[in-house]
């Protein structure tokens, strides 16, 4: 079965962690492949074959939801969008857009449209239950950010594309609701950085840069600030979407994403995040220029998706998933 671009001979979708822990042992007892899916839309790569797909579809419940202390705690197969909507009946927001689950919210760890202010998600995971590829299950972190102790193995697995574990419950830190959430296009985004805009997004189409300030406030400020200098503000966030066969995500500094996004005819700049993705395969000659340039959606057997590789990782694989069990 093709499940967008990971083959998965067989497919179980638990609803337990108990059942996902007999299925990472089954694998390292018979030497084959497992890989952990979500909704399926958001693979980052190249295809995936793999033995055992484990669906979180079935482990979809919203476990606890705290107003004064600002978290919520899910499990992995909760969809974004279902979670958005019930924390928003206690007035709390999750400040990422994300058309998937929690589980690959984090592992995919993409930036979005709030990037100023809000840059990656693992920057608001506060602990997360998780089983390795020795099948443990291991709860890590805590309901506070003022948690310190141990080593960060929840945030290690973000953005790690599941080859660690199994992602199984989260706990994410959450903003009150803004009365508000609206944007107006600028000429010179920079310009506006002190009114604390939430993200600054450029998209390039067809050779032509739009600038967008996003804010999340009172409707007050909209107001005042509509006033002062003139904006045009409309409900929601801007149309974002890149559409495109493949699509390349390039690592700049942060504050140099415009500039890098100006090389392209296609494209999205997450300023703050550091953070571009366009539809030109030109962006892989940015790796001659010492960017790091992954191959988000698209990437072909022969090509090389990520560009780099570092040593902390093959630890990482070695210390959660000896036997190699993930793909």
Known sequence: MLIHNVYCKEVYEPYSYEEIVELVKKANEEKIKVHPIGLGNNHIGKKIVADICISTSKLNKIIEISKSDLYVTAQAG?????????????????????????????????PSIFSLLYPYPKDFILGAKIITGKGEIIRSGSRTTKFSSGYKIWKVLSGSLGSLGVYTELTFRLLPKPEEIKYTEVE?????????????????????????????????FFDRISREFSFTFYDGIPESKLDCEKIFGIVTSR????????????????????????????????RNEGYNVIIEKGCEASEDCFGFKYLTFDMLKMALDPNNVFA
């Open 78 to 110: 909760v969809s974004v969008d279902l979670l958005q909507k019930t924390v928003a009946e206690y007035d709390l927001f999750l400040p990422f857009i994300y058309s998937g689950t929690l589980g690959g919210l984090a592992s995919t760890n993409k």
């Open 188 to 220: 010179d985004p920079l310009k506006y950085i002190s009114l604390r805009p939430w993200g600054i997004t450029s998209i390039v189409r067809d050779g032509k840069i739009t600038n967008y300030l996003i804010f999340g406030s009172f409707s007050t």
């Open 255 to 286: 504050g140099e994403e415009i500039e890098v996004l100006k090389r392209f005819s296609n494209g999205i700049a997450y300023v703050g995040a550091g953070y571009v993705r366009v539809c030109e395969k030109k962006a892989l000659e940015l």
